[in-house]
Each structure stands twice: as C-alpha cells, then as structure tokens.
C-alpha cells in the first residue's frame, strides 16, 4: 500500500522559514514526478512545485520563485520543500503529491497525480 506522509508544518512569523518533508512507502522504484500543492481556506487546491525524477523542476509563479526551492531523493523516495521569506499569504494546508506516469514537463494540476499525503498546515503570521 503506497503511502506518503508530510512533516514539517507549523506556525512561522513573516519571514521566517520551514521546511516540508514527505516520506513515500510502499514502492520499491522511484516516482516521476513529485510535486507539493497547497489549500488554503475557501480555495482550490493549487500547485507549489514540482520535480521529475531527472531533477527538472518547476514553480508555480513569481511568488513563490526565488522563495521556495523543491528537491528529492530518489534513492529514499522523498521530497523536501525549503520555504524562505513566508509570506501571510502562503498560509495553507500543504500537500504531497506523487505519480509514476511519463510526463515529458512537470505536470502542474492536481489532477495529473494519484497519490496524496494528508496535509500539513503551514500557518505565517503577519
């Protein structure tokens, strides 16, 4: 049974930083494509972040580039997160997310991935 667990959330003042981890099991080869998404009140489901088992990588917009940086293990099937200079408006519930389909970009929509952490909130005050 394939699982995927996030870790790392919490409440951070303006800023400050976190990082996420997400821990897969349950497979015993790699994914394609990894990604974090996030949720906030009210809100669709929106994509952070992105990486392909080759490394390429890709961001959701100008907000959160130069800000956040996405990486992985490919040996240990994990993602990280590294979150630099939150802002009040990345506030929200994060989300693993993993594939092991071909894609030849990162794919970006939730509904490109089959399996999902539970969440982790990240929370930033102003």
């Known amino acids: 049974q394939v699982q995927l667990v996030e870790s790392g959330g919490g409440l951070v003042q303006a800023g400050g930083s976190l990082r996420l981890s997400c821990a897969t099991s349950g497979r015993t080869f790699s994914w394609n494509a990894m990604a974090w998404f996030r949720q906030a009140p009210g809100k669709e489901r929106e994509f952070v972040a992105g990486?392909?088992?080759?490394?390429?990588?890709?961001y959701s917009s100008d907000s959160v580039k130069g800000r956040f940086t996405i990486s992985r293990d490919n040996a240990k099937n994990t993602v990280a997160l590294q979150m630099n200079s939150l802002k009040p408006e990345d506030t929200a519930v994060y989300y693993c997310?993993?594939?092991?389909?071909?894609?030849?970009?990162?794919?970006?929509?939730?509904?490109?991935?089959?399996?999902w952490g539970q969440g982790t909130q990240v929370t930033v005050s102003p």
């Open positions: 997310a993993a594939d092991s389909s071909t894609y030849m970009v990162v794919p970006q929509t939730p509904r490109d991935y089959e399996y």
């Open positions: 990486i392909k088992w080759n490394g390429a990588r890709a």
